[in-house]
């Protein structure tokens, strides 16, 4: 009678267990589901073996016999991609391809502390199952590469064993610390001309020196050039965050890129001026009708082609050239006579804020984030960019954007 009770009470708890199991793949985590299945399960295996007869007594137990993990485990483990390693008495019992792959081939039957190897877990699991508190996250930073960050959270099992699943906080680790990185930069670099202003302006009000004409001119353009400088960076700054806010939102204008470098070129007169310089224009493909967003364009030439009459040699001429590159796309080349970029610094060349000559840049106007700009108007043209440099010899770099199809009108 007691036992017939024990199974109904048991039965409802495996239905109620697939129930929720239901509910969460509805709306919560699948890994939610998956453990709400396997509490049906194991209730339901529990609700059988009560429902059989009294079984044989058992066979003397082997010490040295893995005690089995509970049925439906398998499963589990394996529908799960986050590492994920079943541990009773501090023996890890079963553990998915991801934990092998990530704590070594042989981890199973092993002790956990030697699987994992981190004195948190460590710690951790060491205690009995049923003291641990669920709703902890332990952070666990080295396991596999040593700056990989991972959050374990355990789970404990009808059976007493415990559920251990490893989570991998690398990536909102690394955009949180580069989040922080851009943060600190930004003040630094407004910090810096701010600074200079006040500087000035608290010299002027001292009236010797306000006195003096010449004195005084040669400090209102130092605080103009420095207001300025603010200024570009502030602009930069409002440029990238639109850039990346819209990354999502793939620009499909035809644009016909002639006119605009037509227009980027008379912009920058004053700078051609300075170097002596020209910007020559190659039109070597018929069609230069590209897809995208005209402003973000011209913003990329813009940039690119300032940068290369900023860095490059002073009278030797500026080409951009327009050519076709296969049927879809169109390469967009602007090349320098400069001194050239040396090869270790080209893969960091569109970090926010990099510089390969920072005194050079800021006397130049740079604010550091051109190149950021450029790179992320070309991913947000689902285009490429290149950057190639011989030292002594210049720099070409090289943008495949899009062609507009056919039958478009252009904006002009
Ligand atoms: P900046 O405002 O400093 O010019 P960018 O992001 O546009 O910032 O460029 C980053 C750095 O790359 C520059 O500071 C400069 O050192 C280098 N650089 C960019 N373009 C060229 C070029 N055409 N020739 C040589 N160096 C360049």
């Known amino acids: 009678m007691a036992s017939r009770q024990a199974i109904r009470i048991i039965a409802a708890a495996a239905t109620a267990g697939a129930g929720i ?18 509490g049906g399960v194991a209730a339901y295996a529990l609700a059988v073996q009560v429902e059989r007869p009294a079984p044989a007594p058992p066979e003397p137990e082997d010490e040295e016999d893995e005690p089995a ?44 502390r030697l699987a994992i190897r ?11 199952a049923g003291a641990d508190d669920q709703n902890r996250r332990t952070e666990l930073v080295g396991i596999g590469d040593p700056g990989r960050h991972w959050a374990m959270a355990v789970t404990v099992l009808p059976d007493q064993s415990r559920l251990v699943r490893l989570s991998d906080l690398s990536a909102a680790r690394a955009a949180e610390q580069m989040r922080v990185d851009f943060v600190a930069n930004a003040s630094h670099e407004l910090r810096t001309p701010l600074a200079t202003v006040l500087g000035f302006i608290e010299t002027l009000q001292d009236e010797d020196a306000g006195g003096d004409r010449k004195t005084r001119e040669r400090f209102l353009r130092i605080m103009f050039d420095e207001g300025t400088r603010m200024r570009n960076l502030v602009d930069d700054l409002m440029s990238l965050s639109r850039i990346e806010a819209e990354r999502f939102t793939v620009p ?30 190659e ?9 995208g967003d005209r402003p973000q364009l011209a913003q990329l030439l813009n940039n690119l082609i300032a940068n290369a009459l900023k860095y490059g040699r002073a009278g030797a001429p500026v080409r951009v050239r327009l050519e076709g590159a296969g049927g879809e796309m ?19 060349l569109t970090e926010r804020f990099y510089r390969v000559d920072t005194g050079r ?8 984030l051109g190149l950021a700009i450029v790179k992320h108007i070309v991913l947000r043209h689902r285009g490429r960019l290149d950057i190639d440099s011989v030292l002594g010899q210049g720099t070409t770099i090289r943008v495949y954007l899009p062609r507009a199809l056919a039958g478009h009108g252009v904006q002009q």
């Open 21 to 38: 199991a239901l509910a969460a793949w509805a709306g919560a985590s699948p890994f939610a589901a998956l453990l709400a299945a396997l």
């Open 118 to 128: 981190h004195p948190a877990a460590a710690e951790r699991l060491a205690g009995p």
């Open 330 to 348: 169109i390469r967009l080349s602007v090349i320098d006579e400069g001194e050239g970029i040396p090869a270790e610094h080209l893969p960091r």
């Open 252 to 281: 499909r204008e035809p644009v016909d890129l002639m006119p605009v470098i037509g227009e980027v070129k008379a912009a920058l007169g004053q700078l051609i001026e300075a170097k002596q310089a020209s910007v020559v224009v």
């Open 69 to 112: 993990p509970l049925p439906g485990i398998a499963e589990l483990l394996r529908a799960v991609d986050e590492p994920l390693l079943v541990v009773r008495d501090r023996r890890v019992l079963a553990a998915n391809a991801a934990a092998r792959q990530l704590l070594g081939a042989h981890i199973e039957g092993v002790d956990v």
């Open 361 to 368: 840049s800021r006397a130049a106007g740079g604010t550091g």
């Open 283 to 291: 039109k070597e493909t018929p069609d230069t009708v590209v897809q």
